[in-house]
Each structure stands twice: as structure tokens, then as C-alpha cells.
């Protein structure tokens, strides 16, 4: 009789429980949320800056229900910065290129007394290289899937039709290769690339697969830095999580709100440094993690300038203290080392964790005033200001949504005419819990952002961008022109979100 009264208990207090976590999701969706305004939801939301540079949620990585796993210094002894491959072109002429591509294990050594873990990477063991594509050409690119479950090749930030952009629809099986062929059209930008296939995305990248895509305008003459791998290089950010072996392994960390690790690995390297010999180095910075934000500030707490976004130059170079990336986001900056003695060392740091130490050896060329860079953005005026379209995202861990759906491969949710030009207003409704960023990205276009909270963006923010941090409480708008025909995905690009359904169709035709 004792027996059954202790699983009598126990059913009740069960049922307890799950009623009390059900209460709190309706009463969230209802906005009940709304009157909370303590915790980490009000500590993400203490700013008032409506620049992304200065966007003080990210201090605190914006992972307002997931485990607050903080980064920490690396302990491992300092290595020189890995730096991406430069593909070369299997064939080019003055209209064409190709290249090949191919998605691989391997196995990778992380510590120098750690062990070899398994890793994924493209025409490599880890990552990806960097792959140039010359406006006007056209290119194609053979993807071959070496691995043993199914993948995409995502071209992320790339405008070209949703047949070749890679998206969960472009699915490239085990031992298949598919050929995919577009014109650049887009001006000079850093994108990237990485796998996006339906419930795999987040496990692919967080195990190594991206990659770099440099547009580039040949006729262009700018005096901006450009050798690469000597004053233009690339950061790569991701955070990831080693157990004792020193060895990492997707499924077995904490993932309920987007996987976060307490180490940061630079371009695949720990500890990195980086031995500078001009006197401006050029940055482009990836946040390729699946979930973390990042605040990017000098050691010194010196400015630099900001040049370019997501898509592109912005409208023209601004001197800022940090930059703002939330995952899937890029920005480029100049440091000046000018000023610095030989033997001088400053790093980049986020979270008082350091990136990259750069060590000053020599002070080659001299600064310019930088020229011919500068995007003209569209002028616009009031009614380019009201939204069109308009997005909630609201939700925690498996229970996400857009619009109060969740992703389902069989419904279209957006139609839009070809070349129509659109405001849509993204709003990140807050929980009771305060919620958390939440980076906006979609496929296929490149849009300006127009608005914080009914403030206009200053010239930080006035180029074009494919990913767009929204804070908790916060209505962003953004506008684009629909230039390319097809299907295509907007979501979350927390990758643990857009997998648990933050996700939506749209169809241009």
C-alpha cells in the first residue's frame, strides 16, 4: 500500500510539473511576459543605443534561457593565426570561373596534448578555404557530398536564384555531386558558406563546415588593404566545448536554446597571434558560431573604423570603440598600427577574452585616406517607412515560431512579385522570461535596415545586410528588392532555433 501512495505522489507532482512549464508558454504567447521586466530579459534590454556597434545584450552573449556558459582565456600556449586556403579556380577566363568543392571528415587536433577529435570540413579536415568571386563572371562550382548523411552548399549572402543558393531544398546526398552555375552581380562583400539541410545544420557547422566568399570588383581602384593573408585577413569566430580528452563532441553539450562552448577557436586555432607588418591591417570578422554573440573592442580601448557590413561598404567608413556580431553576421574594420612602437602588442578582444594578439614587427606602407569604396544608399522617404509585411518572432527552445507557426516544407508563407521592392518590420516579442536576440537572416537578398524602435539607423548601420540582430522588445524594420526568382528561407540563424521550426517560405515569382 506504501508502494502505491509513493507513485501516486509522484504521478501528481509530475503532472504538476508539466502543467506549470504549459502555464508558462500560454501565458508568455499571451504577453503576459510583458510585465517582467527584471532578470536577464531587463539586463539585455539596459541600453538605449540603436546601433548594432553598441548593442550592450550582446555583452552578455543574448542567451537570456539557455545556460550561461561564459567564454574563458585559452590556457593553451599561443600559436600563429590559421588562415584559410585560397581556392584555385579549376578553370577561368575573362567571363567564367569554376571551382569544386567538396564536403569531407576528417579529424582535427584542437590542443597540442589533446586528442585527434572528429571534425567536418571542405576540401579540408576543419572549415573551409576562401573563394573568390569576380563581379560580372559567371561561376560554377561542382559540390561533391563526401560525407555519410545528406547536405546543402549554402551561398550565404549571395543573390542569386533559390535553385543554386543551396537552401534545405538543394539537398546534395552521400557520395553526389551537383553542379551549380550563377553570375555575380552583387558589388565587393564578404560572405560565406555552409550546409543548411533540415535537422543537420546546426551539427554540420558546429563540427567545422563553413567557408569564406570574397566578391570582388576587378576595375575597382581602392588604396583599402587587399594582400591577403598579409594586411587583409579573415576571423572566423566560433565558441565550442572540449571535454577532458580535449576533444569535441556535438551531441553530448547543452544545446536547449543554441549550442555555446567556453572556448574560443579563431579560424580553427587557439590562442592565436598574428605578427603584423603594415602599419593598417584590414579585418574581416565572421561570427560563424551557432549561437553566441559577440562585442569586438580593441585591449587598448582604442577606436577604429568600420568599413563594411554584412553585403557590403557601408555609406561611408565610421570611427567606432566595437562591433557588434551576432551569428551569421560580418563586419570589416582597419586597424591602425601606425602609431604603435616595433615590438608592441594589441589584441582583439570580446567579453575580456582575448581573439587575436597582434605583434607589431614591422610598419610597412603608410595610411590612406580611403576611397571609392563608398555605397550609395537609396534616399527614401515616408511611405517607404511603413511596413508592409510584419514578423514576430517569439519563442524559447523547441517551442519557436514566426508568426505563431512553426517551419513546415509544404507551406508557402510570403508571395512576392519579382523585383518588388518591400519594408517588413521584424519584431522580437519578449517572454517571461525576457527573451533573447534573436539574428534575422534571409536568403536570396541583400536589404538595408531602416529603423530601431522607431529611430533611424545612423551611417553604422547603412549598408546592405543579410542578418539583422533583434533585441528583446524590439521592431526593426528593414527593406530589399526581390531580385531573384524561386523559394527561398527566412529564419533565426541561432542554428538550434531555425531547426526547431523559427523558420519561413518565401516565394518569388
Request: hydrophobic fraction near 35%; charged fraction near 25%; aromatic fraction near 8%.
Amino acid at each position: 500500500m506504501k508502494g502505491k501512495w509513493i507513485i501516486v505522489i509522484g504521478s501528481v507532482l509530475a503532472l504538476l510539473l508539466i502543467g506549470s512549464i504549459g502555464s508558462f508558454f500560454f501565458l508568455s504567447r499571451i504577453g503576459v511576459g510583458n510585465l517582467n521586466q527584471g532578470g536577464m530579459g531587463s539586463m539585455m534590454n539596459s541600453s538605449n543605443e540603436s546601433s548594432s556597434d553598441t548593442m550592450m545584450g550582446m555583452e552578455n552573449d543574448g542567451m537570456g534561457h539557455a545556460t550561461n556558459i561564459k567564454l574563458k582565456n585559452s590556457t593553451e600556449k599561443e600559436n600563429p593565426l590559421g588562415l584559410p586556403k585560397v581556392l584555385k579556380p579549376d578553370q577561368e577566363d575573362k567571363e567564367s570561373m569554376r571551382y569544386t568543392v567538396v564536403a569531407r571528415e576528417g579529424t582535427t587536433r584542437f590542443f597540442a596534448n589533446g586528442d585527434q577529435t572528429n571534425t567536418l570540413g571542405y576540401n579540408g579536415n576543419y572549415l573551409g578555404p576562401m573563394i573568390e568571386l569576380k563581379k560580372g563572371k559567371t561561376v560554377s562550382i561542382r559540390t561533391i557530398n563526401q560525407l555519410d548523411e545528406p547536405t546543402t552548399f549554402h551561398w550565404h549572402g549571395l543573390v542569386v536564384p533559390s535553385q543554386v543558393e543551396g537552401g534545405p531544398h538543394q539537398i546534395v546526398n552521400p557520395g553526389e555531386s551537383k553542379d551549380v552555375t550563377f553570375k555575380v552581380e552583387q558589388n565587393e562583400s564578404t560572405l560565406w558558406f555552409h550546409p543548411h539541410p533540415m535537422g543537420k545544420t546546426a551539427s554540420q557547422v558546429y563540427k567545422g563546415l563553413a567557408g569564406l566568399l570574397y566578391v570582388k570588383e576587378v576595375n575597382l581602384k581602392t588604396n583599402l588593404p587587399q594582400k591577403y593573408g598579409k594586411n587583409d585577413i579573415p576571423l572566423i569566430l566560433q565558441d565550442r566545448q572540449f571535454n577532458k580528452e580535449n576533444s569535441m563532441n556535438y551531441d553530448d553539450i547543452e544545446k536547449s536554446d543554441g549550442a555555446l562552448g567556453d572556448t574560443l577557436v579563431v579560424n580553427g586555432t587557439l590562442n592565436p597571434y598574428f605578427d603584423v607588418k603594415y602599419s593598417q591591417i584590414r579585418v574581416r570578422l565572421l561570427n560563424g558560431s551557432n549561437a553566441r554573440n559577440y562585442v569586438v573592442k580593441l585591449s587598448d580601448g582604442a577606436s577604429f573604423e568600420k568599413i563594411a557590413g554584412d553585403g557590403g561598404y557601408l555609406s561611408k567608413p565610421e570611427k567606432v570603440r566595437s562591433v557588434a556580431l551576432s551569428p551569421g553576421e560580418r563586419t570589416e574594420i582597419l586597424l591602425d598600427f601606425s602609431k604603435h612602437s616595433i615590438g608592441e602588442q594589441v589584441s582583439l578582444i570580446t567579453d575580456g577574452v582575448t581573439i587575436t594578439k597582434f605583434k607589431l614587427k614591422e610598419k610597412q606602407g603608410r595610411n590612406s585616406e580611403i576611397t571609392n569604396v563608398i555605397q550609395k544608399m537609396p534616399k527614401l522617404n515616408d511611405a517607404d517607412l511603413k511596413p508592409d509585411r510584419r514578423l514576430t518572432l517569439f519563442g524559447m527552445g523547441k517551442m519557436v515560431e514566426i508568426n505563431g507557426k512553426t517551419f513546415d516544407e509544404n507551406r508557402i508563407d510570403i508571395k512576392v512579385k519579382q523585383n518588388r521592392t518591400e519594408t517588413w518590420e521584424i519584431y522580437n516579442k519578449k517572454d517571461m522570461m525576457g527573451g533573447m536576440i534573436h539574428p534575422f537572416h534571409i536568403h536570396g537578398v541583400q536589404f538595408v535596415v531602416l529603423e530601431r524602435n522607431g529611430v533611424q539607423t545612423n551611417s553604422r548601420e547603412r549598408g546592405l545586410k543579410d542578418t539583422v540582430a533583434v533585441k528583446p522588445g524590439e521592431r526593426v524594420k528593414i527593406r530589399m528588392t526581390f531580385k531573384q526568382k524561386g523559394v527561398f528561407m527566412y529564419h533565426c540563424h541561432i542554428l538550434e532555433h531555425e531547426e526547431n521550426g523559427m523558420m519561413g517560405q518565401l516565394k518569388v515569382d
